[in-house]
């Protein structure tokens, strides 16, 4: 007979999740994101979910030390498929680690919004979702 556990994490989730609709390419997206916000996407490893290991994620990251602020542009879309099926009619997915996120969020969307290549954005209901998984990435720390 087999066992099965579940581990329940009380914890707070520690990062907030947009959702961004654009027919722009992830490069082109940064850029305009790096002009207009003042931070520094740069390409990043590709993201490989741990429920997959042959389907891969572009994304890009932008991170401020000093403010211990850090984003990732991460594509809903690769050849192999989504990064979150149910959500087909989404692009990507911009993770936020902000420590000042609630005072900073509507003007932080509103700057987004006015870029001529989102077409539409919007907080992610991280509810909605099973699991984090696919925002959780296994970088390694130097």
Request: charged letters at 30%; one cysteine or more.
């Given at each position: 007979m087999?066992?099965?556990?579940?581990?329940?994490?009380?914890?707070?989730?520690?990062?907030?999740?947009?959702?961004?609709?654009?027919?722009a390419?992830?490069?082109k997206?940064?850029?305009?994101?790096?002009?207009?916000?003042?931070?520094?996407?740069?390409?990043?490893?590709?993201?490989?979910?741990?429920?997959?290991?042959?389907?891969?994620?572009?994304r890009?990251t932008?991170?401020?030390?000093?403010?211990?602020?850090?984003?990732?542009?991460?594509?809903?879309?690769?050849?192999?498929?989504?990064?979150?099926?149910?959500?087909?009619?989404?692009?990507?997915?911009?993770?936020?680690?902000?420590?000042?996120w609630?005072k900073?969020?509507?003007?932080?969307?509103?700057?987004?919004?006015?870029?001529?290549?989102?077409?539409?954005?919007?907080?992610?209901?991280l509810?909605?979702?099973?699991?984090?998984?696919?925002?959780?990435f296994?970088?390694?720390?130097?």
């Amino acid at each position: 007979m087999k066992k099965r556990f579940t581990l329940d994490c009380a914890g707070e989730v520690e990062f907030s999740v947009l959702a961004i609709n654009s027919h722009a390419k992830g490069y082109k997206l940064c850029w305009e994101m790096n002009n207009r916000l003042k931070v520094n996407f740069i390409k990043n490893k590709y993201h490989k979910p741990e429920e997959t290991t042959e389907v891969e994620f572009s994304r890009f990251t932008s991170e401020d030390k000093d403010l211990e602020i850090h984003h990732d542009l991460i594509a809903n879309y690769s050849k192999g498929g989504q990064l979150l099926p149910k959500f087909k009619n989404i692009d990507y997915f911009l993770k936020i680690q902000n420590p000042f996120w609630e005072k900073e969020k509507e003007e932080f969307i509103g700057k987004l919004s006015k870029i001529p290549e989102i077409l539409l954005i919007f907080e992610f209901d991280l509810d909605s979702i099973s699991s984090l998984n696919p925002f959780i990435f296994h970088d390694k720390k130097n």
